[in-house]
């Protein structure tokens, strides 16, 4: 069997639940989980729409969806509503597609996303949409939870920290559980596309957004010829991105609204500063952790527009100007957006900053 996973930093650790969870899986059911794993750290249910609409999804079996560490703070940025409306668009996206296929969603939580308000709602809105388009969410958490009580542990003995789980006491235990679970799921999976999806779509319809790659904006740009263009390509994803320099800004004319940037983190990443029409511009520290301590070359990091694009229901044309600031700024007087992991970085004199696609709602989609 082949599945598809779209997660974050949970689903990529080696050793961690995914490959326990295909040992499990071929124990149970004697055959091979083969994973192609398009998950990225830090990353939310938005990536998971980018991915799946950046790759063929006829190949796969399953779909597993794991973003339920880092959708909390993203719903906590912006809203339970449009949170809901991204992940239900993104099931959507994947029911028109393919109506037989298996979506397993296994729901991790990290302990601060527990806390907040938000988590009973994100429950119940995951037990809704699952309902309604036919997935199956398996709450690790509970799962855990149940075992710690049972053994005479505490729940936070799973944990290496906040948001990842430890490894292998709970990495195994989570493996286990959905490996057995993927079999059960596929052994009596239920098909067909459920009547309400073809037409109710979200109050934020994110379904049709078309994903702009390195070449798509270079073309938009009117500079095939002038801008540099790079790949990047690690076990999983491979990405052409464009390079944008200090003194050469990117003007971008789209066809729609941006919901979310993809850049790449590398050593020498600058500050982003982003300009939508006629909004505050807002400001993205982009290095990363891995990248200046643990000598990654490079990290892909989905961004995010601003919130106030959002409230926006019409959509129309939007001029989006992007440049790298020569020096990290200040928090005094500026809109910076924290993301996990995101630094600013004061130890190059020669800043770059790196775009690979740009997910843009009411353009024409795929």
Not at 12 to 20: D, E, I, S, T, W
Not at 90 to 107: G, T
Not at 122 to 130: C, K, V, W
Not at 146 to 170: L, T
Request: hydrophobic share 40%.
């Amino acid at each position: 069997m082949r599945a598809l996973l779209l997660g974050s930093s949970n689903s990529l650790m080696n050793p961690g639940y995914v490959p326990a969870m295909q040992e499990c899986y071929g124990r149970y059911t004697g055959n091979l989980l083969t994973i192609d794993n398009y998950s990225v750290g830090a990353s939310t249910c938005v990536w998971g729409l980018e991915a799946a609409k950046s790759c063929d999804l006829n190949i796969f079996d399953a779909i597993i969806i794991e973003f339920g560490v880092t959708d909390p703070p993203f719903i906590k940025r912006t809203s339970l509503e449009f949170w809901a409306a991204c992940y239900e668009s993104l099931l959507l996206y994947i029911r028109k597609k393919r109506p037989d296929i298996a979506i397993a969603i296994p729901f991790l939580r990290g302990l601060a996303g527990v806390n907040l308000e938000c988590d009973s709602d994100m429950r119940f809105t995951l037990a809704r949409l699952s309902e309604k388009y036919k997935a199956t969410v398996f709450d690790v958490y509970d799962h855990l939870r149940g075992i710690a009580s049972k053994d005479g542990k505490q729940i936070e003995d799973y944990y290496a920290d906040p948001a990842h789980y430890s490894r292998p006491s709970a990495t195994d235990v989570i493996g286990e559980f959905l490996g057995l679970g993927l079999s059960r799921v596929l052994e009596a999976r239920r098909v067909g596309l459920p009547e309400t999806c073809s037409h109710h779509a979200p109050s934020y319809d994110l379904c049709n957004a078309k994903v702009l790659q390195a070449k798509d904006l270079l073309s938009l740009a009117g500079e095939i010829s002038s801008r540099e263009e790079k790949k990047f390509k690690n076990s999983a994803i491979s990405r052409s991105s464009i390079a944008i320099y200090p003194e050469v800004p990117l003007d971008l004319k789209l066809s729609g609204q941006p919901i979310s940037f993809t850049v790449i983190s590398t050593i020498d990443s600058g500050t982003l500063k982003i300009e939508i029409d006629d909004q505050e511009p807002i400001f993205y520290n982009t290095l990363t952790v891995p990248v200046r301590d643990a000598g990654r070359p490079f990290l892909f990091r989905p961004l995010f527009a601003l919130p106030s694009a959002w409230d926006k229901r019409d959509v129309s044309d939007t001029s989006v100007k992007i440049s790298v600031l020569a020096k990290p700024v200040s928090p005094q007087g500026h809109k910076i957006l924290h993301q996990p992991g995101l630094l600013a970085n004061a130890s190059t004199n020669s800043p770059v900053g790196y775009l690979s696609s740009v997910l843009v709602r009411g353009a024409e989609g795929l």
